[in-house]
């Protein structure tokens, strides 16, 4: 019981440097990780993410679908 409790409560650095895309939660195909905050992604998902943006000026500058830095 305490295993599964301990995986609830890793810190943001733990959870920064997971092998999973943020948006699909598999393993990242052609993977891309952010500069600014260093989330990692499957590039198709991030190119998705950013085109479906395009259209909303509120959504400027685009920022990391994860935590919107």
Same mark, same amino acid.
């Given at each position: 019981m305490m295993h599964l409790i301990e995986s609830f409560s890793k810190p943001e650095e733990e959870l920064i440097n997971t092998e999973v895309c943020l948006i699909c939660y598999e393993e990242p195909s052609r993977p891309y990780r952010l500069q600014n905050c260093g989330h990692k992604f499957c590039f198709s998902c991030l190119d998705q993410c950013i085109n479906? &943006?395009?259209?909303? %000026? &509120?959504?400027?500058? %685009?920022?990391?679908?994860?935590?919107?830095?």
């Amino acid at each position: 019981m305490m295993h599964l409790i301990e995986s609830f409560s890793k810190p943001e650095e733990e959870l920064i440097n997971t092998e999973v895309c943020l948006i699909c939660y598999e393993e990242p195909s052609r993977p891309y990780r952010l500069q600014n905050c260093g989330h990692k992604f499957c590039f198709s998902c991030l190119d998705q993410c950013i085109n479906s &943006t395009l259209g909303d %000026i &509120t959504m400027f500058p %685009i920022k990391c679908p994860h935590c919107m830095v």
